[in-house]
């Protein structure tokens, strides 16, 4: 868990990055509706939650900065019998104030007033500019008041690159239930079995252990469907002598983890497709081992489109050098994605990629990213030779930068064609 004191920190922390004279406001995510009149369970505002740990829909952070000090105001949903009967229990301002350690509570009522009487004498404001949150359009008219109109969302975005330790504990946990969603699929007899009851036994798995839900949603994708990247249908047959495509990852106290795995339907690889594996698998762990900090996440991508290119032209799915296949792009026809992402309360954690001067971020002690190398080869390319195509594959790790090196937080997930085999049921 993360103590309110770590939520104030990062308040603390952000609000030192004001002018002063300055108001800032973040806005809780709206409810989202799923059809009529049912909703997708509530999940909050990535950016809020960051900044708050609050859950509740209807609830804004005010930060008022003068020349001398900064407050910290919370504006929370009031007490309401009736609609908690519905909805469930809200905190309420009493129980607000004694949870979290800002300045002041209110009601959400209270917001446009305390609002309107806190910008007559600020000129700048921080907000979400860019957003589409009812509550942003409310106070847009009032905005143009401002000598400056300052975005707050890359300031929370950036703090959000390196991670504390009970971030990274909670990471960790997310990553050890995907690990048996992950395992639990390996294991299970497929003969007769949908894309979707893996599907289904991935998601048990995740609720069953206490998971809010998948971070998004599962592809699992047999044979050729793997070669369309984000396939989420789930709907086809699994086929004996194909590989299946798992990229599957739960969200556990708002903290993801994004794992892949292409394993055999049938227990064992063939020749072919062990060769394509091996190529992506020992790209993935060359490019694994490169991490610590200082290291830019471009010279990751170069060198695993390097190996890449390298092993399609020994498997003849590529002609001529290297060097003139990567000049001329040809290894994006079968390796058109990132080497990775930073995750954290995101999938995708939005967190800068490049500065203010555009130069890239360099790893650092306390980033999480993604390690996702993969060749896709469609079934009717005829330009590859015939026992490739219609393969896709893709191996997708979770890593920690520390100190100096890394931490593969996912390495207990069975991964080299011999461990997936030992675990993986087999039928002929
Ligand atoms: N699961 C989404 C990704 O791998 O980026
Ligand atoms: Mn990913
Ligand atoms: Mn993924």
Known sequence: MIKEN?????????????????????????EATRSNDTHH??????????????????????????????KTLLFVQKKDKTLELWNGKRLGTKEAKKRFLVDEVYEIDEFKEIFKASIEDKKNIYFEINSKKRAVKKILKSTKLFKEKLDIIPLIQKMRLVKSAAE?????????????AHHRVMSMNKEGK???????????????????????????????????????????????????????????????????????????FSEAQKEL?????????????MIKPQVL?????????????????????????????????????????????WMGI???????YRDKKNKEIALKEGMVLTIEPGLYIDKDD???????????????????????GYENLSASIAKSIEEVEAISAKFF
């Open 41 to 70: 369970p509530y999940r909050q505002d990535s950016n809020f939650y960051y900044l708050s740990g609050f859950k509740e829909d209807n609830a804004a952070l005010m930060f008022i900065k003068t020349k001398e000090s900064v």
């Open 194 to 268: 949908y894309e979707y009851h893996l599907q289904a036994e991935i998601e048990h798995e995740f609720k069953n252990n206490a998971a809010y839900s998948d971070a998004y949603t599962s592809i699992v994708a047999c044979g050729n469907s793997a070669n369309t990247l984000h396939y989420i249908k789930n709907n086809k047959p699994l086929v004996d002598g194909e590989l299946i495509l798992i990229d599957a990852g739960c969200e556990h106290n708002y903290y993801a983890s994004d794992i892949t795995r292409t394993i055999p339907v049938n227990g064992k």
């Open 382 to 404: 005829k330009s590859v030779p015939k026992k490739f195509r219609g393969i896709g594959i893709r191996i997708e790790d979770d890593i920690l930068v520390t100190k100096d």
């Open 6 to 30: 770590e939520y104030k920190k990062r308040r603390d922390s952000l609000s030192k990055s004001f002018l002063k004279n300055s108001i800032a406001v973040i806005f809780s995510a709206p």
């Open 168 to 180: 990274i504990k909670l990471i960790k946990k997310s990553i050890a239930i995907t690990a048996k």
């Open 297 to 341: 996440r471009s010279t990751l991508q170069e060198k695993a489109e390097k190996l890449l290119t390298k092993g399609m032209i020994k498997l003849a799915i590529l002609k001529g050098s290297v060097k003139k296949a990567i000049k001329e792009k040809k290894h994006k026809k079968y390796y058109p994605h990132g080497i990775g992402h």
């Open 346 to 352: 995101d999938v995708h954690d939005p967190a800068p």
């Open 277 to 289: 594996y091996n190529l992506v698998l020992d790209t993935q762990l060359k490019v694994i081992s």
